[in-house]
C-alpha cells in the first residue's frame, strides 16, 4: 500500500523558513517523479514543485520559485521541500504527491493528507 | 484566474449523467499534454480519477470516464450517488510556463 506522510508544517512568522517533509512508503520511491501541491483551505490546487525521479529535473510555480527548493533522497524514501522568505500568502495545507512516471511534467496517483502551514505575526 | 478552465459548478440527480469540462489551450492540452482529473472529497487529499485523458486508475468506478478533443476536455459521471458530491479538478502540463497547472474546481452537487 503507498503512503505518503507529511510532516514540518507549523506557524512560522514572515520572512522565516520551514522544512517540509515526505516519507514514502510502499513503492519504489526511486522510480517515480514527486511533487509539492498547496490548496488554500477552501480553495483550489496549486502546484508548487516538481522534481524527476533522480533528481536531474526540477520545476517550480512562479509564485515560489526563487524561495522554495524541491530535493529528495532516494536512499531514505524521502522527499523536501526548503521553503525560505515565506510569507502570507503561502499559508496552505501542503500535499505530497507521487507521480505517474519518472518525468516531473505528468499527474499523480497518490497524495498524503497533508500538513498545514501558517504564515503569520 | 486558473490556466485550465472549468465551470465552477454542476448539478444532477441521482441516477443521472453529468460532464465536467476543462479548457485549455495551445500551451497545454492543445499540445498535446495529457489531462488527470481528481476528486476532493470535503476534509480529504485528491484522489485520481483518470489519468492520460482517458485511462481509470484500478478501483476507480467505470462510472467516470474521460474524453478529449482539441484544446479540451471532458469528465463524465453517470448513474450519480450521493457520494459523488465533491470537488472535482483537471491537471495537465503547460510548456510556456513550464508548470503542472490545475483548472479552478468544479463542485458538484447530486441533488
Known amino acids: 500500500e503507498v503512503q505518503l506522510v507529511e510532516s514540518g508544517g507549523g506557524l512560522v512568522q514572515p520572512g522565516r523558513s520551514l522544512r517540509l517533509s515526505c516519507a514514502a512508503s510502499?513503492?519504489?520511491?526511486?522510480?517515480?517523479?514527486m511533487h509539492w501541491v498547496r490548496q488554500v483551505p477552501g480553495k483550489g490546487l496549486e502546484w508548487v514543485s516538481g522534481?524527476?525521479?533522480?533528481?536531474?529535473?526540477?520545476g517550480y510555480a512562479e509564485s515560489v520559485r526563487g524561495r522554495f527548493f524541491i530535493s529528495r533522497d532516494n536512499a531514505k524514501n524521502s522527499l523536501h521541500l526548503e521553503m525560505d522568505s515565506l510569507r502570507a500568502e503561502d499559508t496552505a495545507f501542503y500535499y505530497c504527491?507521487?507521480?505517474?512516471?519518472?518525468?516531473?511534467?505528468?499527474?499523480?496517483?497518490?497524495w498524503g493528507q497533508g500538513t498545514l502551514v501558517t504564515v503569520s505575526s | 484566474q486558473s490556466v485550465l478552465t472549468q465551470p465552477p459548478s454542476v448539478s444532477g440527480a441521482p441516477g443521472q449523467r453529468v460532464t465536467i469540462s476543462c479548457t485549455g489551450s495551445?500551451?497545454?492540452?492543445?499540445?498535446?499534454?495529457?489531462v488527470h482529473w481528481y476528486q476532493q472529497l470535503p476534509g480529504s487529499a485528491p484522489r485520481l480519477l483518470v489519468y492520460?485523458?482517458?485511462n481509470r486508475p484500478s478501483g476507480v468506478p467505470d462510472r467516470f470516464s474521460g474524453s478529449e478533443s482539441g484544446t479540451s476536455t471532458s469528465l463524465a459521471i453517470t448513474g450519480l450517488q450521493a457520494e459523488d458530491e465533491a470537488n472535482y479538478y483537471c491537471?495537465?502540463?503547460?510548456?510556456?510556463?513550464?508548470?503542472?497547472?490545475f483548472g479552478g474546481g468544479t463542485q458538484l452537487t447530486v441533488l
Open positions: 495551445s500551451s497545454n492540452i492543445g499540445a498535446g499534454f495529457d
Open positions: 492520460g485523458n482517458t
Open positions: 522534481i524527476s525521479w533522480n533528481s536531474g529535473s526540477m
Open positions: 510502499g513503492f519504489t520511491f526511486d522510480d517515480y517523479a
Open positions: 504527491a507521487k507521480g505517474l512516471s519518472r518525468s516531473h511534467f505528468y499527474g499523480s496517483d497518490y
Open positions: 491537471q495537465s502540463y503547460d510548456s510556456s510556463l513550464s508548470v503542472w497547472v
